[in-house]
């Protein structure tokens, strides 16, 4: 190896470590956005992919629970995102 490539390479090493942090840091920011969104919000984004959504009133309480553990797999929702939107639902 030259000499001037053997300088070099803590300054490749460096780079990588930033980079890495830098696309760390950006994927903690992205699952912080998500974690600002209110369930109305999620409720919007989520539910209306695949039907119409029915209004909030046309269910009880329980039945939000349980048609929001059954739609959470339809949807691919994590825990948090699916409680908040049956808290939002459950409003009603
Ligand atoms: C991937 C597609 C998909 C997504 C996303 C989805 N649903 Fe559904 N949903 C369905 C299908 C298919 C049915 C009808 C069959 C069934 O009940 O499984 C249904 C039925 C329903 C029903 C009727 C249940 C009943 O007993 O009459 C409600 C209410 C409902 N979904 C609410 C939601 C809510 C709230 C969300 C968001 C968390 C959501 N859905 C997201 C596919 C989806």
């Given amino acids: ?3 001037i490539l053997k300088r070099k390479m803590p ?3 460096f780079a990588v470590v930033v980079a890495l ?3 760390i840091m950006v994927s903690c920011a992205e699952s912080q956005k998500v ?3 209110t369930g109305a919000q999620l409720w919007a984004e989520n ?3 695949c039907h119409n959504t029915p209004s909030p009133a046309s269910f009880s309480h329980d039945q939000w629970t349980t048609i929001g553990m059954h739609m959470q797999t ?3 929702l994590t825990d ?3 409680d908040k939107i049956v ?3 459950r409003q009603f």
Avoid: G
Wanted: one cysteine or more.
């Fill in 80 to 82: 948090e995102e699916r």
């Fill in 11 to 13: 300054l490749v090493a």
């Fill in 47 to 49: 539910c209306q992919r």
């Fill in 35 to 37: 974690k600002a969104k």
């Fill in 21 to 23: 942090a830098t696309s």
């Fill in 1 to 3: 190896m030259k000499p």
């Fill in 74 to 76: 339809r949807a691919q």
């Fill in 87 to 89: 808290a939002f639902l």
